[in-house]
């Protein structure tokens, strides 16, 4: 085992190297403790804990929830109430499940429970597969940083969400995942997402703005976001789109590598960035973006990701026109 779980000061549970974690390194691959579909919306959680173990249930209901606010925790409490309802009007039809189907007080408390969990512990896979969120139960002890040491993707064939070490993590370093997608935003801006979603202040380096550090971090980022609502304005008009749409990621590119972000995120721009180039005619700086993007994907999601796959053929493919 590289890692342990123990206790992370305010933040309660966390994920913790026990030793180095070399760059690369998958540091864990779990299955689904829980997942809905992409057709699935509140009904699907539910009636998948219909399903679980007394073990997986119990790891589930250990897991913190945030109710995300007093009108969210509305929202949630009818969701909850509109399930049972449904149940039971189902009960109605089949008399014979009747006394069991009952919803108890307990039960929609343990519902309103697992719907937190849920909420709040839950990774969105994308990718169009035929899941589409879940709840893993080791990598729901993974705390947030917005420049985290570790990113989580899911492995569709494998059927696992994979965490892998996007830099070499020191001995006894806590091990971090971005709950947020990487938009480049402003500090406050997560800080309210974070605030509403899971209910913490995040202290990363780049949220603490009293530091040279951050102020750097945020003025580049604050400088993207002029520039990129500058080219959306500018997009429709614009003769030469594509040039104009290469120089916007190459920037967001910089402005990832300024910030120490190596994932997922920006091997796909690197290849978004390729791609541009061949419509453009220039192969060669296409094949030397492709293999950028490459490298980046062998540390953060593995050589046997279909992603990773897609991307030798891809430079496969370059390489046979050149
Ligand atoms: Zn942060």
């Known amino acids: 085992m590289k890692y342990e779980i123990r206790q992370a000061g305010v933040k309660g549970l966390g994920l913790f190297a026990k030793s180095p974690i070399a760059r690369g390194t998958r540091i864990l691959s779990e299955r689904p403790l829980l997942a809905i579909r992409q057709d699935q919306e509140v009904d699907g959680i539910f009636s998948a804990t219909k399903s679980l173990t007394q073990n997986d249930r119990k790891a589930l209901l250990d897991l913190s929830g945030?109710?995300?606010?007093?009108?969210?925790?509305?929202?949630?409490?009818?969701?909850?109430?509109?399930?049972?309802?449904?149940?039971?009007?189902?009960?109605?039809?089949?008399?014979?499940?009747?006394?069991?189907?009952?919803?108890?007080?307990?039960?929609?408390?343990?519902?309103?429970?697992?719907?937190?969990?849920?909420?709040?512990?839950?990774?969105?896979?994308?990718?169009?597969?035929?899941?589409?969120?879940?709840?893993?139960?080791?990598?729901?002890?993974?705390?947030?940083?917005?420049?985290?040491?570790?990113?989580?993707?899911?492995?569709?064939?494998?059927?696992?969400?994979?965490?892998?070490?996007?830099?070499?993590?020191?001995?006894?370093?806590?091990?971090?995942?971005?709950?947020?997608?990487?938009?480049?935003?402003?500090?406050?801006?997560?800080?309210?997402?974070?605030?509403?979603?899971?209910?913490?202040?995040?202290?990363?380096?780049?949220?603490?703005?009293?530091?040279?550090?951050?102020k750097a971090g945020e003025e580049r980022r604050a400088e993207e976001r002029k520039r990129i609502k500058e080219f959306a304005a500018t997009v429709e008009k614009n003769a030469e789109g594509m040039d104009a749409e290469l120089r916007m990621t190459k920037r967001f590119i910089k402005l990832f590598e300024a910030e120490g972000i190596t994932g997922r995120e920006v091997a796909s721009m690197y290849f978004e960035v390729a791609k541009l180039n061949v419509k453009l005619g220039r192969h060669d700086e296409a094949l030397r973006c492709a293999e950028k993007g490459l490298e980046l994907d062998q540390y953060c999601i593995g050589f046997d990701h279909p992603t990773y796959e897609n991307g030798v053929e891809f430079i496969t493919a370059l390489k046979s026109k050149a």
């Open 66 to 214: 945030h109710s995300g606010g007093q009108s969210l925790e509305f929202a949630r409490w009818m969701q909850v109430v509109w399930w049972n309802v449904k149940s039971l009007v189902r009960s109605v039809r089949h008399p014979s499940t009747f006394t069991s189907s009952i919803p108890s007080p307990r039960s929609m408390r343990e519902h309103m429970t697992i719907f937190n969990v849920f909420r709040s512990n839950s990774f969105d896979l994308g990718g169009g597969g035929s899941i589409q969120q879940a709840v893993f139960d080791n990598v729901a002890r993974i705390n947030h940083s917005c420049l985290p040491n570790a990113q989580g993707n899911f492995h569709s064939t494998l059927g696992r969400f994979n965490v892998h070490a996007l830099r070499d993590i020191k001995s006894g370093e806590e091990v971090t995942l971005n709950y947020l997608p990487e938009l480049g935003s402003l500090a406050a801006s997560r800080g309210s997402k974070l605030q509403e979603g899971y209910g913490f202040d995040c202290d990363c380096p780049a949220c603490d703005l009293t530091t040279a550090r951050g």
